[in-house]
């Protein structure tokens, strides 16, 4: 396929775009986790800050690997520097549920500034 080639190409889009599709059993794949996983691993290191949200969100909740908070909010960490709302939209409300409320809101005044409407 297309994104399959784009892929092979090392385009870290189409890295991303295939993460999803294996890890949802999207367009007609089969659901293989430790596929996507791979793929937003080879995204991140290629840059793509979709991949970091994805990784973050599976490590911070244990979804589809092991649970681990402090790498997830690493990938929302690097995310949210490099511009990506959502990642800072979920540092803030991480930062809201240990109390440090201070922290939350300009995590959360950031990414609203940056466009999110949640």
Do not use: C
């Not at 784009?6 to 991303?16: G, I, L």
């Not at 681990?68 to 409300?93: E, F, M, N, T």
Request: glycine share 10%.
């Amino acid at each position: 396929s297309l994104v399959q080639k784009r892929v092979d190409a090392a385009d870290p889009t189409a890295m991303e775009f295939l993460a999803g599709a294996y890890y949802f059993g999207n367009y007609g794949l089969k659901i293989d986790i430790p596929r996507a996983i791979e793929l937003w691993t080879e995204a991140v290191h290629l840059g793509n800050l979709d991949a970091h949200f994805q990784l973050g969100h599976k490590y911070y909740y244990g979804e589809g690997v092991e649970k681990d908070v402090a790498r997830g909010i690493k990938h929302w960490q690097h995310a949210a520097i490099q511009g990506y709302p959502q990642s800072r939209h979920l540092l803030g409300l991480h930062e809201y549920e240990n109390d440090n409320h201070e922290l939350a809101v300009r995590h959360l005044m950031i990414s609203t500034k940056m466009g999110l409407e949640e």
